[in-house]
């Protein structure tokens, strides 16, 4: 269903990549895998719960919005003592034209997930080119 690889990264750092079927049922199995990433890193369980949030965030906005594929790379970065997640979601770009959405949804269910990433996020952004999208958000994380 996914796949991850641990990628070759600096020391202190760490990178794991997960692509995704475009699936919905794909987002919990992508939390369930990173979840397994985050304890091996030994995030305190609330910084844990909150990089799994951004996680599915990010992912379901790249699902519901977005053209396929899309790739997930979840990296730990450790800076003097400090440590911070950064989560990206690369997907095709927008399955409709900017501000059109394919399909009707309820203001009460749907499209507030950015909004979240924001808040819960120290810096997060958008980067665009050659026909993709990289949404990413990084978090400052604790260790249990």
Known sequence: MTTAQLTA???GEAEHVFTLPHDPGAVSAVRRSVRTVLCDWHLDAD???DVLLLVSELLTNAIVHALP????RLSRTE???CG???VGVTDRGPVAPAGLSPCPEDPDEHG???DIVTA???????DAQSG???RWAELQVGRA
Do not use: M
């Not at 594929?69 to 997930?72: G, H, I, K, S, V």
């Not at 819960?120 to 958008?126: H, I, K, N, Y």
């Open 9 to 11: 990264a600096p020391r």
């Open 84 to 86: 911070a997640v950064r």
């Open 112 to 114: 507030r997930g950015l």
């Open 132 to 134: 993709e999208t990289n």
């Open 120 to 126: 819960l996020a120290t810096r997060c952004g958008v």
């Open 79 to 81: 800076l003097d003592g």
């Open 47 to 49: 910084s844990t719960e």
């Open 69 to 72: 594929p899309a790739t997930l």
